[in-house]
């Protein structure tokens, strides 16, 4: 069993920043095994389409 906690940031043009930290519970001397977690969600699909849409539009 693992146990944790993240904290996470949505900004205004919908990235996602996150950090965390967990531990193992049933492992032995679980404080030196520890590890951080980052995360960075970055939409780029959504980014693509909206640079095809204003090409598009820029065109026309």
Known sequence: MVV???FGLTLFNGMSASIGVATPLNVKNSKHNQFLNFSLDI???EYL???TNSS???NN
Do not use: M, S
């Open 43 to 45: 939409p780029i699909v």
């Open 56 to 58: 598009i539009e820029d």
């Open 4 to 6: 944790g906690t993240n």
């Open 49 to 51: 389409n909206e640079l």
